[in-house]
């Protein structure tokens, strides 16, 4: 199988990954044990009304047809694999487009039936407009506010974490230097689960009854599950991004030993077990803590036969939460975890965030296609060679450091250590078997290679489309090649 069709076939299998866990969060929103339909409190008997069926019935018509062409939009991966040159950059940019419309699709799909439900509720009588503000939770029940998160000290496991990683880094790691950076993306990761962590605990308390125990007891199984999920999400996205940090410096520890192969294989095959390890526990960690709370509910609902203090519902007529008169950043989604306040000053950070991502995502896919559809030209000049690769790379090779000269006709077993590859191109620094540590700006798929050394012992290898001006090249490199008495004199 060839590298265009493997990366095909690992995108696509993301994207339906994605797509599947789309499709269970929106059937949580009609699920029979979820306490709500379509983010609206329908509850006992109105769940059998026949407008209600009649209505989420359209909505999983819906919600089916638009996933259907969705699934089959994956198949423009496999398409793209017939194009004549190389479509890495390409693959990512269709990536990044597809799922721009799957989270808009959703979002409309969600938008259109939550606002339908809402009308149906207040037209059947079961619901009253929201009020414009909140009720006020009773001092008996704040006072024992304090007592409900879990305790802060669950977050000293990925603080240890961090630390730790950076004193591993400064024993074993320090010719890496910009390993640095995957590290400090960890301390970043921390910070802003601590932040979460922080306005959940201390986050204004909710009002789910007139009754001071209802309302102490559901808002302690809220805010342990809440918190205890950040602190758990904390310690286990530092754990995996060391991990994921170690592995990488035993690839380049492994690839210096000229074991690129054995060194890649090593990495991939603990590498990708463990992505996803990770991924299944942060879904079963919402879905555990979302559990909880729906238990504590449904326990609390037979044992005292509550009701509803007050209706929310005005707030979730989008299919988000937007309530101006609740200061807290993060509540409790209506369909599976936590959600975002978009009345809070967070809520234009949020959409900013995402419409950053969909631009970052897209500037990148275009800077990378010369990566598919440039080239590598070398010109030669009165005292060197210029090597400019694929818009970005550029190397000097003068004649008067030219130390030996080598014209390959297969390129030796590499590995990439830094820089850019695809199936065609291999730009930046690389280890080549018999080599060593080589800066590369060459073609893959050409008959010839020049591998040339400079003074410095530092060997520097480059390939174009043309045969003979390689071989005009190798000439002219060969003129001014030192030999071994040279070099000593």
């Not at 721009?100 to 009253?128: H, P």
């Not at 975890?337 to 990148?364: D, E, H, Q, R």
């Amino acid at each position: 199988m060839n590298w265009n069709l493997t990366m095909a076939l690992s995108i696509a299998g993301t994207a339906w990954f994605v797509q599947l866990c789309m499709l269970w969060v929106a059937f949580v929103l009609i699920g029979k044990k979820s306490d709500y339909v379509l983010c609206m409190s329908i509850r006992g008997e109105q769940r059998q009304d026949g407008d209600v069926v009649r209505l989420v019935g359209e909505y999983k018509k819906e919600l089916w047809k638009w996933m259907g062409l969705l699934f089959l939009a994956t198949g423009g991966h496999f398409l793209l694999t017939l194009l004549p040159f190389g479509v890495d950059a390409l693959q990512f940019l269709y990536m990044t487009l597809w799922c721009t419309a799957l989270i808009y699709v959703d979002y409309r799909i969600i938008k259109k039936y939550t606002n339908r439900m809402y009308e149906l509720k207040l037209q059947k009588g079961w619901g009253k407009p929201a009020k414009e503000k909140s009720m006020e939770i009773d001092t008996i029940v704040s006072r024992m506010k304090k007592t409900m998160p879990v305790s802060e000290l669950w977050l000293g496991i990925p603080l240890w974490i961090c630390i730790g990683s950076f004193l591993w880094w400064s024993q074993c790691a320090t010719e890496y230097p910009w390993l640095l950076v995957s590290l400090g993306f960890n301390v970043l990761a921390f910070v802003f689960l601590c932040y979460m962590f922080h306005r959940m605990a201390r986050g204004k308390l909710k009002v789910y009854s007139e009754d001071s125990e209802i309302n102490y007891v559901l808002n302690k199984a809220a805010k342990r599950a809440w918190t205890g999920l950040v602190a758990w999400l904390a310690s286990l996205l530092c754990g995996y991004q060391f991990i994921v940090t170690v592995f990488v410096h035993y690839y380049l520890e492994k690839v210096s030993e000229g074991r690129g192969t054995e060194a890649l294989n090593s990495f991939l095959f603990l590498f990708i077990p463990l992505s996803l390890a990770v991924t299944g526990l942060i879904v079963f960690s919402f879905m555990k803590a979302s559990g909880r709370v729906k238990q504590a509910k449904k326990e609390l609902a037979l044992a005292a036969n509550f009701t509803y203090a007050e209706d929310e519902d005005a707030y979730w007529k989008n299919g988000y939460y937007y309530n101006p008169y609740d200061t807290n950043t993060f509540v409790e989604s209506r369909g599976l975890g936590i959600t975002t306040n978009m009345a809070t000053k967070w809520g234009p950070i949020t959409k900013w965030i995402l419409i950053g991502t969909f631009v970052m995502c897209v500037g990148i896919s275009v800077a990378l296609l010369p990566m598919d559809i440039g080239t590598v030209k070398a010109t030669v000049e009165k005292d060197r060679i210029e090597v400019k690769g694929c818009l970005y790379y550029r190397e000097s090779l003068y004649f008067n450091e030219v130390e030996e000269v080598h014209l390959l006709t297969e390129l030796p077993e590499s590995a990439r250590v830094w820089g850019s590859g695809t199936d065609r191109v291999a730009l930046g620094n690389y280890h080549l078997k018999e080599y060593g540590s080589v800066k590369l700006i060459l073609l893959k798929e050409v008959p010839l290679y020049l591998m040339v050394k400079n003074t410095d012992g530092k060997w520097f290898g480059f390939s174009t489309e043309d045969k003979e001006e390689m071989l005009s090249m190798y000439e002219k490199l060969k003129l001014y090649e030192k030999t071994e008495e040279q070099t000593l004199k």
